[in-house]
């Protein structure tokens, strides 16, 4: 799995097993004030990590069993408690308690997507027809999935027959597993591991107990939890002494428990032997991720380095434990943040201003403990030569903290300091100042892209070039890591003390395609063709229904008057070659492109009446213009709109048809569908996405169908803040659609719904079920009279997979289902490899169906989610996700990047936000 951004070390529960060591890794002040622009990451969306375990009522906390003995320490705000440090030098009145850091997954923004000069790259990871997982797009290389260490959470219904289906067209395939031939057949023995004074470097750590292999025997070690196959003592005391400094160090060992084979947490052993192996091959740890940095990719006239890694996860499938390996690539800059603030000081203005717009919400690696933080705000008040007071009540300046700490020297005194997100045990602590931490611009270097860079296309496609690993060569790339574990002497020792042995090939799989959709348009249906794609052949076809759009407003500076007038030509003649009626619009020319200026003009038009449609063309892609444009026409004004930035305009009839299939939308038509024969049927989607304005809170959207055809849509948006359920705000509005969808139906309620809940990540399913899927049931039972009558499928769609599957060392076709060998068998899950893509390997979409009493066979659920992967009326193709979830995300995006508001009502019918 992918899935955000997390592979690192696993966890064994019960005990509360952090990602790194308890001591802090980098100083804090507690004197910043903090920007209330400062984003924040959202609990409920954001995707665990491994480690990530709650630790239950009998399981202490780690701090509490460690010694409190002075140490090098993460400083925090003045507290009560003498082991709380405090910051020597005097700040704001506002003082905030700070808490270590803690790596955190790369910050994702999206782009919008209205028309096609608004196609976003968000949303072209989903449509577009190149580079599938391989492309660089938002998400590409940094929206890997964590691996859960949760107990696995059994969702597979109990009165399933079978999840495997038999429709299609039965094919050989390979995926990106190997199989573990033998595995160790006793108990493992589990203990704690504490140091003091406390070491935060897993690196050193490691060292640190290795001294003492002859008295321990044969272990397992990941930095806080030690695993044995004998048993030692209930608890050990050992002394090592750090090279660094010749410091003593005490290391405490505690008997926790043992692991019986069967037990879910021993698979957890597996991946952090095999994370082991990866050290012996010399590969970098960067975050939690390992990467060889000696084969790195240096694009220089971008001061790039594209560093490739792997990905492993070891887990118990259908009837074997599998490894998944996945090649994966992370982008680094050459340039520090220490860079970044010359370069602003060099170009002069405000350079507070433009650093701090620069920095925040990037996120950068700290190279002394290779750990990733996101950076939230910069407090220009303080410098590494501003003290704080260790908890032995010692003052020292971050400057010599880093070198004593880190043996790491500040050579740039007069430079802000920055303030990251702080440790992931720290994030669901009520106050925001207690997760935060401060960094060192020198010591950071800069990871991603910024939007800047992706908005360059040379520099892109000079990545792609790295990057789009084909199916064939990933293959190869796959069998070649694996030669090198199996060859490699220290690996092969560490296998053989376990039992352990890889299988040398690929797993073989079993699918199966399904056939080709008809599209259904007015006047007759076309093939999807092979690769799902009916752009050209739906040229002359009429759309199934349309509104003749009379009265319209188009709105341009004076200076685009007469490409407006080309553009509206081909717009014409596309819109009447599928039967779409677009008479001449109003053209309202304004002065200039200001954001104001349009605002002002648009408040000034749609005072006087409300049109059926506004078209406003704007010069470039920016986003506060668009931004603005949008929240006077989905909130103050509701009115369908549609923007066009200038260079599409003579693009001709290829662009001009996509405007209009999406201005026919607006008004409530209908370009296509396919055959669903499955009547009374209701379809929901929901997406999440972060409001940008405000960063504890995000929008999350729910669509839903009103037809047989499942054509017709209705919308709701609702705000959600950090800490709130979500059940009552997806259920209100489920609700309100099956009283809306009995409206449209003859007094009728559907029959079945079925729920495809996007933004899920799998440690969170099991708070998906309890909270969100039985309150739905419990409000729709109200409606319905009896929760025995309510039938409705609950369904978790994934995107973001480390799965890859092959067909001949192609991609396979589309259509492609798998539902055994590499699936889960306590889950109702199955793949569907939906969309073409022509670069790279190819991506499959994931569902997990977690609540079903629609009375569907694995057959007619897998059947109907590729049906809808047809229907989303942005892309003449198919899409990755169902279309009703693809148009919640659409929403929710458009809110939580641009809007901020929920939108007008009045909306609500419309596909507005294409």
Same mark, same amino acid.
């Given at each position: ?41 959202? !609990? ?163 060292? #640190? ?71 012996? /091959? ?21 001061? #790039?380095? %594209? ?17 998944? !390996? ?112 401060? /960094? ?34 990933? *293959? ?23 039992? %352990? ?42 759309? *199934? ?8 407003? #188009? ?77 006077? $026409? ?10 066009? *930035?200038?260079?599409? %305009? ?22 296509? $569908? ?14 999440? $996405? ?131 060998? *590499? ?40 059947? #109907? ?50």
């Amino acid at each position: 799995m992918q899935q955000g951004k997390g592979r690192g070390r696993a966890k064994v529960p019960p005990v509360q097993s952090p990602t790194s060591p308890i001591s802090p890794t980098s100083p804090i002040s507690p004197t910043s004030p903090i920007s209330p622009t400062s984003p924040t990451t959202s !609990a409920w969306v954001r995707r665990p990590g491994p480690g990530q375990v709650q630790a239950g009522p009998s399981q202490p906390r780690p701090s509490q069993s460690r010694p409190s003995q002075p140490r090098l320490s993460q400083p925090r705000a003045s507290q009560p408690r003498q082991s709380q440090p405090r910051l020597s030098q005097p700040g704001p009145s506002q003082k905030a308690r700070l808490r270590p850091a803690q790596p955190v997954q790369a910050f994702v923004r999206g782009v919008r997507g209205d028309g096609q000069g608004y196609s976003g790259r968000a949303e072209s990871k989903d449509v577009q027809r190149g580079g599938g997982d391989a492309s660089i797009g938002r998400g590409a290389m940094r929206g890997k999935r964590s691996v859960p260490t949760d107990i696995m959470l059994v969702t597979r219904p109990q009165n399933l027959p079978t999840k495997k289906g038999i429709f299609g067209t039965q094919v050989k395939l390979r995926a990106n597993y190997f199989r573990l031939l033998s595995t160790t057949n006793w108990t493992l023995y589990q203990y704690r591991v504490d140091f003091a004074p406390e070491e935060d470097r897993t690196a050193v750590r490691k060292s #640190l107990l290795r001294n003492h292999k002859e008295k321990l025997g044969a272990y397992i070690f990941d930095g806080t939890v030690l695993y044995t196959s004998h048993r030692l003592p209930e608890k050990m005391d050992l002394l090592s002494k750090r090279q660094f400094d010749d410091e003593k160090i005490t290391i405490t060992i505690k008997f926790v428990g043992d692991l019986a084979k069967e037990d879910h947490h021993y698979l957890q052993f597996f991946n952090i032997i095999m994370r082991k192996c990866l050290e012996h /091959l010399k590969l970098q740890l960067v975050g939690r991720d390992y990467y060889d940095a000696e084969t790195k990719v240096v694009v220089a006239q971008y001061k #790039l380095e %594209l560093w490739p890694g792997y990905f492993t996860s070891i887990r118990q499938h259908e009837r074997d434990i599998l490894m998944c !390996a996945e090649i994966t690539h992370k982008v680094m800059r050459q340039d520090t943040l220490l860079d970044i603030w010359r370069s602003c000081q060099e170009h002069g203005g405000n350079v507070e201003k433009t650093y701090y717009e620069e920095v925040l919400g990037s996120v950068v690696l700290t190279d002394y403990n290779n750990n990733t933080y996101r950076i939230m705000d910069v407090d220009f008040k303080l410098t590494p030569n501003n003290t704080f007071k260790l908890k032995s009540g010692e003052s020292v300046t971050y400057k010599d903290y880093y070198k004593n700490k880190y043996n790491k020297s500040i050579q740039y005194n007069n430079q802000p300091m920055l303030v990251a997100e702080g440790k992931q045990k720290t994030r669901n602590l009520p106050d925001q100042s207690e997760r935060l931490v401060y /960094l060192v611009p020198e010591l950071c270097r800069a990871t991603g892209l910024t939007d800047s860079m992706r908005a360059n296309f040379d520099l892109m496609q000079a990545l792609a070039t790295h990057t789009r690993v084909s199916p064939e060569s990933r *293959i190869q790339k796959l069998l070649m890591f694996n030669r090198r574990l199996c060859s490699q002497p220290n690996i092969v020792k560490e296998l053989k003390e376990w039992n %352990l042995e890889l299988e040398d090939k690929l797993v073989e799989i079993p699918g199966r395609v399904l056939p080709t959709e008809k599209i259904v348009f007015r006047t007759g249906s076309i093939s999807a063709g092979a690769e799902a794609d009916w752009t050209r052949e739906m040229r002359n076809k009429q759309l *199934i229904a349309s509104k003749p759009l009379k009265n319209w407003i #188009l709105v341009h500076t004076g200076n685009l008057k007469r490409d407006c007038e080309d553009f509206l030509k081909n717009l014409t003649k596309a819109a009447g070659g599928m039967g779409f009626n677009i008479e001449r619009p109003r053209m309202f020319p304004i002065a200039d492109d200001r954001s104001s200026t349009y605002s002002e003009a648009l408040e000034d038009l749609l005072s006087k009446s409300i049109p059926q449609l506004v078209l406003c063309i704007v010069t470039t892609n920016r986003s506060e213009r668009y931004s603005t444009i949008k929240k006077k $026409c989905c909130v103050d004004r509701p009115v369908p709109s549609q923007v066009v *930035i200038r260079k599409n %305009l003579v693009k001709g009839l290829s662009v001009a048809t996509k405007v209009a299939i999406q201005m026919n939308c607006k008004l409530g038509g209908v370009p296509w $569908c396919v055959e669903v024969p499955l009547s009374g049927l209701m379809v929901v989607g929901f997406d999440v $996405c972060h409001d940008t304005n405000m960063k504890e809170r995000d929008f999350g959207a729910t669509v839903a169908t009103l037809d047989k055809n499942l054509t017709r849509y209705i919308s709701a948006v609702s705000p959600h803040s950090n800490g709130e359920e979500l059940s009552n705000d997806i259920a209100s509005h489920i609700c309100k659609f099956v009283a809306t969808y009995r409206q449209y139906n003859d007094n009728r309620y559907p029959d079945r719904i079925v729920v495809y809940r996007d933004g899920v990540g799998e440690g969170q399913v099991h708070l998906v079920y309890n909270h969100e899927v039985k309150e739905i049931r419990k409000r729709l039972a109200q409606l319905y009279g009896s929760e025995a009558a309510v039938k409705m499928a609950f369904i978790i769609v994934n995107k973001r997979v480390n799965t890859r599957i092959f067909y001949n060392e192609r991609n396979p076709p589309c259509g492609t289902v798998v539902d055994d060998v *590499i699936t889960s068998p306590v889950k109702y899950d199955f793949f569907i490899v939906s969309q073409h893509v022509r670069q790279g390997t190819v991506t499959p979409t994931s569902y997990s169906v977690i609540d079903d009493t629609v009375g569907l066979d694995a057959d007619k659920m897998q059947r #109907l989610t590729y049906k809808l992967t047809h229907m989303y009326y942005n892309w003449s193709g198919t899409v990755r996700v169902p279309a009703p979830c693809q148009y919640a995300h659409k929403l929710a995006y458009l809110v939580g990047q641009y809007v901020h508001r929920a939108p007008n009502t009045h909306l609500e019918d419309l596909l507005y936000y294409l």
